[in-house]
């Protein structure tokens, strides 16, 4: 079936391990963003993608990598996990000008 | 930078009654998009409705409204006759047009339902 999903659902590491969080749509979306909530707050862009092999940072990237090289994925990357970043991490992806359909989130806690 | 400012983090209303949740935004731009998002307690983030900036006319989606201000960059959301399963956090969220669809989110709006 289309859609959009990420892999794991929760996950549980320690600080300074790397953990990567999948994402993966079928509807051949041109854009894709990885957001993380926090409690008692909304969602906050890490990165975005435009297109295959095109990311820019959002407003919280520091800490995460990405990589898309390929338009159906798009992977988040924590390269030396800390706490502070314990957090729900959604994926979304969209077409051009239109709403974004969201993923159904990773619980990540940094132990 | 634009901000999305939701200036309710809680509100309550009682089943089938009427319940208005709002929104400001800041911007200097004037083509965008304006959203309304719930998330239910099992964490979805769903699309309840979509206003398009150049349009005058309130957007309607079945129970749910919006009442639209574009110069007072206001836009908050109508919920007619609650129902149990509208309880969720709701976020507004501000697209420009341009922004490679960058969304800016509100920090959200807890909607208890009471039967």
């Known amino acids: 079936d289309a859609g959009i999903t990420q892999s794991p659902r929760y996950k549980i590491t320690e600080t300074g391990r790397q953990v990567t969080l999948m994402c993966h749509q079928t509807w051949s979306h041109s854009y894709m963003f990885w957001y993380r909530q926090d409690l008692g707050h909304g969602l906050r862009l890490i990165y975005y993608s435009a297109a295959a092999d095109i990311t820019d940072k959002g407003e919280v990237p520091d800490g995460y990598v990405v990589s898309r090289s390929k338009t159906e994925n798009f992977p988040l990357t924590l390269e030396s996990a800390t706490r502070s970043q314990t957090s729900v991490y959604f994926c979304?992806?969209?077409?051009?000008?239109?709403?974004?359909?969201f993923g159904d989130g990773t619980r990540l806690s940094i132990l | 930078a634009q901000t999305v400012t939701q200036s309710q983090p809680e509100m309550s209303v009682q089943e089938a009654e009427t319940v208005t949740l709002s929104c400001t935004y800041d911007t200097s731009e004037s083509d965008y998009y304006l959203f309304w998002y719930k998330q239910p307690p099992s964490r979805q983030m769903i699309l309840v409705i979509r206003?398009?900036?150049?349009?005058?006319q309130n957007a309607t989606e079945n129970r749910f409204s919006v009442n639209f201000q574009k110069a007072a960059k206001s836009f908050s959301l109508k919920i007619s006759d609650s129902q149990l399963g509208d309880a969720a956090m709701y976020f507004c969220?501000?697209?420009?047009?341009?922004?490679?669809?960058?969304?800016?989110f509100g920090d959200g709006t807890t909607l208890t339902v009471k039967p």
């Open positions: 206003q398009e900036a150049y349009k005058q």
């Open positions: 969220a501000y697209q420009v047009n341009t922004n490679a669809g960058k969304s800016t």
């Open positions: 979304a992806s969209s077409a051009w000008n239109q709403p974004q359909h």
